[in-house]
């Protein structure tokens, strides 16, 4: 996409954007509500026009090939909801007869994993086999690519861990994944790459481990129960270190320069005494924050 931007009066949604998505990659979306990330999807899904700027899905033109795009993209929207007295079996035969395509629907149901649901009726899912459920409508026309927006949102960790592994193996059929999320710990886990939007802009766009070698915090080294004096005798060492009065921890910001093994041998050297060590290491939670100065969790409004 080139110059793909948005408004909705003075209120610009997506301004401007340019960005590619490589085939047979997973490419993680990130941004909080209101970031622009669920219009820019739904104008490459071509449910929105675009202010101005272009686009192309599969070599295809989102403003003048929409019909060809529908019926080589794969769709699963958020919080994804069907017919209540469809069985599973039901539910993908019947989105099959939308697209007119007839797929193997008893292999795509052994894909997500519902064979021994097949006949239950979808009011009685879960929400996590609801979801998988979702995956399986999305292929019903085999996809090459696949835009799935917030696919894991709401789910406990057993049933989010389930819907990563199918996302996993639709790549490894070579498939295309667009992943719109606010979880960074399923985009760092997933992505090929990712592309972070802020206020309709891409504020960074690279794989998440040069994303957090580059934009992140340095690692964290936290020494428990310390006493204060570890502080100037690890500063001396060139990095900067923290005392917690309420816990008695002491936090040393690592960086390049200086091993753990120099900071816990400074503090030998100058018998300084200390409980557990925790290391902990940067993640792209911290490179959002440190681009944008805010958490996921901070909602923005609705685009």
Known sequence: MEGLTKRYGDLVAVNGISFSVNQGEIFAFLGPNGAG????????ECLRKPTSGK???LGLDIAKDQMA???????LPQDFYTYERL????TIQYY???FNSRPDVEGLIK?????DKKNVLFKH???GLKQRLGIAVALVNDPDVIFLDEPSAGLDPKARHGVWHLIEGLQKQGKTVFLTTHYMEEAEILASRVGIIHSGNIVALDTPQRLISEHGKRNMLILKETSPKAVPNIEKLGIKANYDESTGDVTVHMNHSVTVSEVLHSLSNSDIPFGELQLRRSSLEDVFLNLTGETLGEEEGTA
């Open 37 to 44: 990330k669920t219009t820019t999807v739904e104008m490459l």
């Open 55 to 57: 686009a192309f899905v």
């Open 69 to 75: 795009i529908k019926r080589k993209a794969g769709v």
């Open 87 to 90: 069985t599973v079996r039901e």
């Open 96 to 98: 099959a007869g939308m």
């Open 111 to 115: 894909l997500v994993d519902l064979e």
């Open 125 to 127: 899912l879960s929400g």
